[in-house]
């Protein structure tokens, strides 16, 4: 057997220690650099270790892994080649930073004779991300050490690369996770022999060689230990009592924790479509309009902040009202939610008063209440008409229901139509488009998965991101679908993620394109009311026109059409087999 050389024999222990550690995924975009990572990967999932997924675009590649860490909770490290090919990362590892997702980078560079000498494919590549990273370590070419076959020379370092990668991106010391990059050096020859096969020889497979020669590693930021202060600084558990009159807002990715504080202290929950807490009897849907209420948003003494809340001018304009005590809850990160730059900042909260007082909650309920009746009554069937009895008046009574299932469709109906065919097992990706506005606004209390990069609220990588929560959602044959709502720019700005490996499984996921012809997004902005037509249709709204049927078929992908109410609920209602493109055609 040839003996491998230093490059394969590293990236092998490398991929098998993160394996050992619990990665189940790893995620690749081609390469010559990367290639000994990349040949590892293709037989750790050729061993039925992991999960492989190979993208042909880095930034497609960055936004998949971070949908498998935004469904999984752990890390799917991104494998990809030195030069332009890691700056592709930069959005994924923003969002990632932003919204506490953990994210393990594993970028191939040149050996450092090769830098500052312009050689090609060669940048700075240690320091590109700066703070958005919480490690980094440069980890110099690998060098056979001749005392050990090289299969196991590398063993321990790379168990400690692994773990020290893992604990930060996980934010185990932390509470911090986000993203962490590996830079990897590698020297000619950059691939040969089989380490795998050398490793079962030796008998290390499992367990790393405690005579391995160090492998030096330069750290280069030391953001995670610099963020462990500012998150211990703050009380472990504050309590909350007392009579004021509380509200507990639920943003993104809030969870469970903000239902569960406002069904023990009966105060109004006003939580975000993406927060994971939008479900509970205390649930107030149309909380913008009764924050605007002086009745109710004017009476607030309290507010109790769970998440990122960013889908509502509202929630800001109350946590910076003079005499709204705020008080938000951030375990996570050294930068916390806080528009007022006054409110109390704590890990965690526990309610010390246990006599609430209801009448403020119901305040909100039948309020809440009257909103949704005041707009379910709009659309409500006419009961008399179905229980006539004479020819005329149930022929009318058809005619209207078929005059129903011919309505176009429009944003609210598309929100509550798709929100209605989900189900707990499925999961729900929703853009950073207007849409999510429209759901937030309409759709009541339900207990399903949706996610939501709004970490930076960018529509960067939405579907790539989508294709990474159905891959971590349907491993091992789980049932459920991915549907993913969004804008036709969201769309069209993410479009090459469309090409899925034919080696891989296919995804179970929906597309809902909502097509109003460009970023209509900005229609509510005050800059529409004043600019230029022309101009703001040009430079702002931004408008593509777009086959969305022939993309859909260029890229392998079903497509549907649903323009009425009728073609909508049979489009959603309809078993998710496969990946398919649902065109829903909206006004402006």
């Known amino acids: 057997m040839t003996e491998p050389v230093a490059s394969s024999a590293f990236a092998w222990a490398l991929l098998h220690a993160f394996v050992r550690q619990g990665v189940r995924h790893l995620v690749l975009a081609p390469g010559s650099r990367s290639q000994a990572l990349a040949l590892a990967a293709g037989e750790l999932e050729r061993q039925g270790r992991v999960a492989l997924h190979v993208c042909v675009d880095e930034r497609s590649a960055g936004f998949l892994a971070l949908g498998i860490a935004r469904e999984s909770g752990m890390p799917a490290p991104v494998i990809v080649t030195s030069g332009g090919a890691v ?74 690369l692994a773990a020290s990668a893992l604990d930060a991106a996980l934010g185990s010391a932390s509470a911090d996770p986000g993203p962490v990059q590996l830079n990897l050096g590698f020297r000619e020859p950059l691939s040969g022999g089989r380490p795998w096969e050398a490793d079962a020889e030796a008998g290390v497979a499992g367990t790393p060689s405690p005579a391995a020669a160090p492998l030096a590693g ?91 809340p960013t889908l509502s001018r509202e929630v800001p304009a109350l946590l910076q009202r003079q005499g709204v005590e705020s008080i938000v809850v951030a375990p996570q990160g050294a930068e916390a939610y806080d528009p007022g730059r006054r409110a109390r900042v704590v890990r965690s909260v526990a309610l010390v008063d246990p006599s609430p007082d209801r009448s403020w909650l119901g305040e909100w309920v039948v309020a809440d209440r009257q909103l949704r009746q005041a707009a379910d ?36 109906m598309l929100a509550l139509a798709v929100w209605r065919a989900s189900w707990p097992q499925d999961r729900l990706v929703l853009a950073a488009s207007r849409l999510i506005r429209e759901f937030d606004a309409v759709v009541p209390g339900k207990k399903i998965p949706v996610h939501a990069s709004r970490g930076l609220a960018g529509i960067d990588g939405t579907i790539a991101t989508a294709l990474g929560i159905a891959a971590a959602s349907q491993a091992e044959q789980r049932p459920g679908a991915v549907r993913v709502v969004l804008g036709d720019l969201a769309l069209l700005h993410d479009a090459g993620s469309l090409l899925l490996d034919p080696a891989e499984p296919r995804p179970r996921i929906l597309l809902v394109v909502g097509n109003d012809g460009g970023g209509t997004i900005f229609d509510s902005l005050e800059v529409a009311a004043t600019a230029d037509s022309g101009v703001f249709e040009r430079v702002v709204l931004t408008p593509r026109s777009v086959e969305l049927e022939a993309l859909a078929h260029a890229y392998g992908w079903s497509y549907l059409r649903a323009a009425n109410r009728g073609e909508l609920e049979a489009a959603l209602t309809a078993p998710v087999t496969g990946p398919t493109l649902l065109e829903v055609p909206l006004p402006r």
């Open 87 to 160: 700056a592709n990362l930069h959005p994924a590892v923003a969002e990632a930073a932003a919204a506490f997702v953990p994210l393990v980078l594993l970028t191939a560079d040149r050996p450092p004779e090769l830098h500052g000498v312009r050689a090609n494919q060669t940048m700075d590549q240690a320091g590109l991300f700066g703070a958005s990273l919480r490690h980094a370590v440069d980890v110099p070419p690998p060098e056979a050490s001749g005392q050990l076959p090289a299969a196991a020379a590398f063993a321990a370092q790379a168990e400690e």
């Open 218 to 308: 330069a750290p280069l930021t030391g953001a995670a230990s610099a963020l462990c202060p500012a998150v211990a600084a703050r009380p472990a558990s504050f309590g909350l009592g007392g009579p004021a009159r509380t509200v507990v807002i639920a943003g993104a990715d809030a969870g469970p924790a903000a239902e569960a504080l406002a069904h023990a202290g009966s105060w109004p929950l006003l939580a975000e479509v993406a927060s994971g807490a939008r479900y509970g009897r205390e649930l107030v849907v149309h909380y913008r309009e009764l924050l605007c209420d002086p009745a109710l948003g004017g009476r607030v003494e309290r507010a109790v902040v769970f998440g990122h």
């Open 377 to 412: 009554d709009e659309r409500a069937p006419d009961l008399q008409a179905v229980n006539a009895r004479s020819f005329r008046d149930l022929n009318a009574h058809a005619r209207a229901e078929l005059a129903v299932m011919r309505e176009p469709v429009d944003r609210r």
